[in-house]
């Protein structure tokens, strides 16, 4: 049982370049995350879905698309990547969404764009 | 703006002692909140999830305490260990939020001395 697996583990991407970071989970959870953590800003949420076939914008959508893939797959795409999108990028997962229920959290993909 | 304030920042403390981090929240509208540890350079692991219901959850030398209407929680460590040392972030789900947001704080980052 892996839990959350992300990759790649760290990327470096030019202005410009596209990437897709892929995140999976072996849980059987119906909710998926994203989020970017940056010092002195915390973790902020990009986007999530609820569960398989909905996605829904969070706390920082622009420059960032989502899908889900299936119910253990939720990418995240840069179509065009700014450094300003220089993060660590984490994947998280709950068995529903809501209030009530844990975030399990992946190991994080650390991307830099020059 | 819902807000999230860890203090301290960082912390120092020699092994074996006991200790308290604090979380406060500026908006007692909150389903509930979340204990999380993070190791450098690694992804984040949920330590306790305690309901808006709820005063207090207990895991091993873990406590942490919510008072909703104070904005406060707590999270006490006992017999501090090196294997302690870790940043510590508190997160709280609020009502009428996105579902699953979570909001973080900035973490406390936590060294214990052997």
């Known amino acids: 049982n892996a839990g959350v697996t992300q990759t790649p583990k760290f990327q470096v991407l030019k202005t410009g370049q596209s990437m897709t970071l892929q995140c999976a989970q072996d849980?059987?959870?119906?909710?998926m995350y994203w989020y970017r953590q940056d010092p002195g800003m915390g973790l902020r949420l990009i986007y999530y879905s609820a569960s398989e076939g909905t996605t829904d914008k969070g706390e920082v959508p622009n420059g960032y698309n989502v899908s889900r893939l299936n119910k253990r797959e939720f990418s995240l795409r840069l179509e065009s990547a700014a450094p300003s999108q220089t993060s660590v990028y984490f994947c998280a997962s709950s068995p529903l969404a809501g209030a009530t229920y844990e975030q399990y959290f992946g190991p994080g993909t650390r991307l830099t764009v020059t | 703006k819902q807000e999230v304030t860890q203090i301290p920042a960082a912390l120092s403390v020699p092994e074996g002692e006991n200790l308290v981090l604090n979380c406060s929240f500026t908006d007692s509208a909150i389903y509930n909140l979340q204990w999380f540890r993070q190791d450098p350079g690694k992804g984040l692991t949920s330590l306790l999830l305690i309901q808006s219901s709820q005063r207090e959850q207990t895991s091993g030398r873990l406590n942490a305490s919510l008072d909703k209407s104070s904005g406060r929680s707590t999270l006490y460590i006992a017999a501090s260990q090196p294997g302690d040392s870790a940043t510590y972030l508190c997160?709280?789900?609020?009502?009428?939020?996105?579902?699953?947001?979570?909001?973080f704080g900035k973490g406390t980052k936590l060294s214990v001395k052997p």
């Open positions: 849980m059987n959870h119906n909710s």
């Open positions: 997160a709280i789900t609020k009502y009428g939020g996105s579902q699953g947001n979570l909001i």
